[in-house]
C-alpha cells in the first residue's frame, strides 16, 4: 500500500478502535471522543486548557444534533486539523 492509502486505513482503524467501546460502534461519545484526543493526539491536547473547549469542540463537531461523533463529523475535525497543521508548517518555512 501507498503511504496515503496506509494512513487513510489507520485513520479508520483509529476512529473503530474508540467508537466500538461502547454503544453505537458506528459513533463516538463525548467519553470516547475525549479518549481518543487525549490518546492520539497528546501534543494538539496540551494545549486545551479547560473542559468547556472540549464540550465546545463536541458541539461544533455534531453536526447532526445526535450528541455524538460519526465518522463524517470525524473525518471533517481531521480535515480542519490537518489544514491547520499545514498552514502552520507552510509558515514555519518563511
Given at each position: 500500500m501507498t503511504?496515503?492509502?496506509?494512513?487513510?486505513?489507520t485513520i479508520i482503524a483509529v476512529f473503530q478502535k474508540y467508537s466500538e467501546r461502547e454503544?453505537?460502534?458506528h459513533k463516538l461519545k463525548?467519553?470516547?471522543l475525549k479518549d481518543l484526543l487525549h490518546d492520539e493526539l497528546p501534543d494538539l491536547m496540551a494545549h486545551v486548557?479547560?473542559?468547556?473547549?472540549?464540550?465546545?469542540?463536541m458541539e461544533s463537531l455534531d453536526a447532526d444534533g445526535d450528541a455524538e461523533c460519526n465518522f463524517q463529523e470525524f473525518m471533517t475535525f481531521i480535515s480542519v486539523v490537518t489544514?491547520?497543521?499545514?498552514?502552520?508548517?507552510?509558515?514555519?518555512?518563511?
Open positions: 503511504d496515503l492509502e496506509t494512513s487513510i486505513g454503544g453505537d460502534k463525548k467519553s470516547e486548557k479547560d473542559q468547556s473547549s472540549l464540550d465546545s469542540l489544514v491547520c497543521c499545514h498552514e502552520f508548517f507552510e509558515h514555519e518555512e518563511e
